[in-house]
């Protein structure tokens, strides 16, 4: 597998525009909080460092990862967002919970951002066990989090391009 073999969030073969016009939510998923803690210091430290003020930057936690689309939705009804970051973990059990709760957030998140045509960011790990999250959370293949906000910045700018 190629991932195996490289950090995944290296964006130095791309350009990110200044995050500094725009403002951003972030949901996170409480359950698996070691990892998405994790998913959030990276897409907090990623948005700041590409020039996203922190007072334009909103957070807030659901219980877990099905309702991370709830959460984006309450966000963008609610607040004048450009993006909204989604970030949870999910991880592969014994049943097929995993794949109903997969499909279910992924469905979700891509609704909210038709729903109110806004970037809304799917920032979730769905993995095969622990050690593969730890790995997308800061781990050996770099983190989840800081490409869920690249893609946030991209994305909004992109909207803003668009929309003028």
């Known amino acids: 597998m190629a991932t195996q073999l490289k950090n995944l969030s290296d964006f130095s073969n791309t350009e990110i525009p200044s995050a500094a016009p725009y403002k ?8 698996n909080a070691e990892i998405t ?5 990276g ?10 003020l922190p007072e334009n930057i909103f957070n807030y936690s659901v219980p877990g ?8 939705d309450l966000m963008l009804k609610n607040l004048k967002l450009d993006a909204v970051i989604c970030l949870g973990c999910v991880i592969q059990g014994e049943t097929r919970h995993f794949d109903f709760i997969c499909n279910a ?8 951002a038709i729903k ?10 769905t993995t095969d066990n622990q050690q593969q999250a730890i790995d997308r ?10 490409e ?3 893609t946030a910045i991209k994305m909004a700018n992109l909207a803003a391009t668009l929309n003028t």
């Open 24 to 31: 951003f939510g972030i949901v996170v998923a409480e359950w």
């Open 37 to 41: 803690k994790a998913l959030y210091d």
């Open 43 to 52: 897409a907090y430290q990623s948005l700041i460092s590409n020039g996203a």
């Open 65 to 72: 990862s099905f309702e991370l689309t709830s959460g984006a």
């Open 105 to 112: 957030v992924a469905n979700g998140i891509s609704n909210v």
């Open 116 to 125: 109110y045509a806004k970037p809304v960011i799917f920032g979730v790990l």
């Open 137 to 146: 959370a800061g781990g050996k293949h770099g983190n989840k989090g800081d």
């Open 148 to 150: 869920a906000a690249i």
